[in-house]
């Protein structure tokens, strides 16, 4: 299964910060990301904007 994995810039996971569709889950930030989050569909640009979000790749998981 394919993952999109996102970089949040500006805050940390916590409910309404980050869109809830298709969010897989999150996992703790290192250098200048508080967090990354993974989710199953591609964000707009525009839900990047709104939540100050960088694309960061796709991520190969196990379909599990």
Sequence with gaps: MTLYKYGMRLR?????CQPKDGLRSAEEGA????DFVLYDRKLT???CEAYDL???GEVETDAS
């Design 45 to 47: 640009v525009a839900e």
């Design 31 to 34: 250098g200048r990301y508080h």
């Design 12 to 16: 940390g996971f916590s409910p309404g």
């Design 54 to 56: 960088d694309y960061i």
